[in-house]
């Protein structure tokens, strides 16, 4: 089923290209686009995380293809302008990098330092400490590694045993639902004892992933870098009572505003779908002191005050495509429907 979900909307997207809406019929003030990991790409069949990567050489052909095409390439102090003010008349785009992981540092930095454009990338403070806990990505190499394999899920233990790709891959989205789905101390518990289990160092896994604060110094240095918030733990602050998601959020802008001597003015919801954060955490954000607020829920951000600056949408781009066409159709913004006003970019 999802991959005839993604079928029916690559061929979406290519009708909207070859019938020239996304070139005669843009609409909103911009874009924001969101990346997590660029690296070079890696073999295997089982990577459950790949529609999260994209490689540098894609990010080098989007970059000179967003010139080309003419878009403004903005930091999100001036998307929080451009979402305000009356609209000009040309578009933005804003790149966005969530995780702070060692990947952009290593494969998009040059990239991204080379062509000379802003971004913005939002950091959990935990894991450049040392203590966060890439939980995914633990889950990840004990079913790269298994063919059997057995956990805690709630009361019971459960017992799967995966032959091949499509039956690691199904478990993988299982699993990964089912840990979603738990408050932070019991996902804790259930990944520790599953890492346990199957000898997966998930405190090793976790930093080798993450960038340190060194490295988060070197690009905090460069002026065309904003460093934003992603909370310290990256939590789903939708299975945390408000307290502690206001603690989340307002520990993760203290930290970082420590670290880098500078006020943090941007937070990026951790996950950011519809399912991982609600209204409260909206007007949370607001209350912690910040001018924006990124989901990950697909959109683009109108002008004059029609987007809510603390529920902003953003185009998660989806490293299984590679196709400069699906990118000028996204980023046109004709395949969203309108955004709601104030308030209504959440559920």
């Known amino acids: 089923m999802a991959s005839e979900d993604r079928w029916l909307e690559r061929l979406r997207l290519e009708l909207a290209w070859f019938t020239g ?5 843009s609409r909103g003030a911009g874009a924001i686009l969101r990346f997590q990991h660029v690296r070079p790409r890696r073999r295997g ?5 790949r529609e999260n990567e994209i490689s540098p050489q894609f990010l080098d052909r989007a970059i000179r293809a967003l010139k080309r095409w003419q878009y403004d390439f903005l930091g999100m102090d001036d998307v929080c302008r451009r979402a305000v003010t009356l609209p000009e008349k040309r578009r933005f785009v804003a790149l966005t990098f969530d995780g702070a992981t060692k990947d952009l540092i290593s494969f ?4 991204l330092a080379r062509h000379a454009v802003p971004f913005t990338i939002y950091v959990p403070t935990a894991f450049p400490d040392g203590v966060g806990e890439a939980w995914w990505l633990g889950l990840e190499q004990v079913i790269a590694r298994e063919s059997r394999i057995s956990l805690m899920m709630g009361e019971r233990e459960q017992r799967f045993t995966v032959a091949g790709n499509a039956e690691k891959q199904a478990l993988f989205s299982f699993i990964e639902g089912w840990l979603r789905s738990l408050p932070p101390a019991d996902l804790s518990a259930a990944i ?5 289990r199957y000898r997966i160092d998930l405190a090793a896994v976790s930093r080798e992933a993450s960038m340190d604060w060194e490295d988060l110094a070197k690009l905090a240095a460069d002026p065309l870098v904003t460093v934003g918030s992603a909370t310290v733990n990256y939590p789903v602050l939708a299975n ?17 505003e420590a670290a880098f001597d500078r006020e943090i003015r941007h937070l990026a919801f ?5 399912a991982s954060f609600r209204r409260s955490h909206v007007v949370m954000a607001e209350e912690a002191g910040f001018a924006s607020a990124v989901s990950t829920i ?8 029609r987007t809510n600056l603390r529920a902003l949408p953003r185009i998660s781009w989806d490293g299984r495509r590679r ?9 046109s913004g004709i395949v969203f429907a309108p955004v709601k006003p104030t308030g209504g970019a959440t559920s």
């Open 323 to 331: 196709s400069l066409r699906m990118l000028r159709v996204l980023v």
């Open 21 to 25: 809406q996304a070139v005669l019929r």
């Open 45 to 49: 069949a089982f990577q459950p995380l």
């Open 108 to 111: 998009a930095y040059p990239v």
């Open 240 to 256: 945390m009572k408000d307290a502690a998601a206001l603690r989340e959020m307002t520990m993760g802008k203290a930290v970082a």
């Open 270 to 274: 951790p996950f950011g779908d519809r």
């Open 192 to 196: 520790a004892d599953l890492c346990t």
């Open 298 to 305: 697909p959109g683009i951000v109108d002008a004059e005050g």
